[in-house]
């Protein structure tokens, strides 16, 4: 592992609004978190996950204190920094948010879009290769109204991790999904991250899926209860 995190966040305050309507929404957060590992945070809802992780991802910019992420600085980051620092970034949400025109592999070929560097013939095969590995080689030309819950959520997977991300942000992945897809979606992210040495942070309320973190980050509140004991085996 580097000696630098992939993600540094230290006294990190957010807030929504502005004047009066102006709401604190995180608090002091500080969390860093290393390559290749494997955090999970969980809290209640409207507890500041999915705000955090939309900041970590630059989908939005950091207001106050320092947000590193593969040591670039996005607090206070213009739109140009913030677009450069998604291109380090997978992501995968609750709803896969597939684009129905387009076949599955289509739709993963989109994860490759912001790379210049990669000519269209391979943009293919690399996007046929990622579906294979996600168990859907023989789906390739299926459009998403053919596939399942758990097909759709594999497809938006590769999707994430075809263009070699750094770091994957997850939305509550499995939170559509039946128990055994839930699990076949988290064991195929961690394999693939491992292989990828890619660091993934993943928002869950689902229980059934802890188990497979390094680390379990609690937030409640906009602040973070618990920054991750190492989660014991069994």
Do not use: W
Not at 79 to 95: E, H, K, P, V
């Amino acid at each position: 592992m580097s000696s630098q995190p992939v993600i540094s966040v230290k006294n990190l305050d957010h807030y929504f609004g502005h004047g009066q309507l102006r709401k604190q929404v995180l608090f002091d957060i500080n969390l860093d978190i290393n390559a290749g590992e494997i955090i999970i945070m969980t809290g209640p809802s409207g507890s500041g996950k999915t705000t955090l992780l939309t900041l970590v991802g630059g989908l939005r910019s950091a207001q106050s204190g320092s947000l590193q992420v593969l040591e670039q600085e996005l607090c206070g980051a213009n739109a140009a920094r913030l677009t450069q620092a998604r291109r380090s970034n997978g992501y995968i949400f609750q709803a896969h948010n597939l684009h129905g025109s387009l076949s599955a592999l289509q739709n993963v070929r989109m994860g490759l879009e912001l790379h210049k560097n990669i000519s269209q013939p391979e943009m293919k095969t690399r996007s046929a290769q990622m579906l294979e590995e996600v168990g859907l080689g023989e789906r390739l030309n299926y459009y998403p109204d053919d596939l399942s819950g758990g097909q759709k959520q594999r497809v938006a997977i590769a999707r994430a991790l075809v263009g070699r991300p750094k770091i994957v942000l997850a939305d509550e992945p499995t939170a559509a999904l039946d128990s055994k897809s839930g699990r076949d979606v988290v064991n195929l992210m961690q394999k693939l991250a491992k292989e990828q040495n890619c660091t993934i942070l993943l928002v869950t309320h689902d229980n059934r899926i802890l188990d497979i973190a390094d680390r379990i980050v609690y937030m409640e509140d906009g602040k973070l209860v618990n920054d991750g004991a190492v989660v014991a085996a069994g």
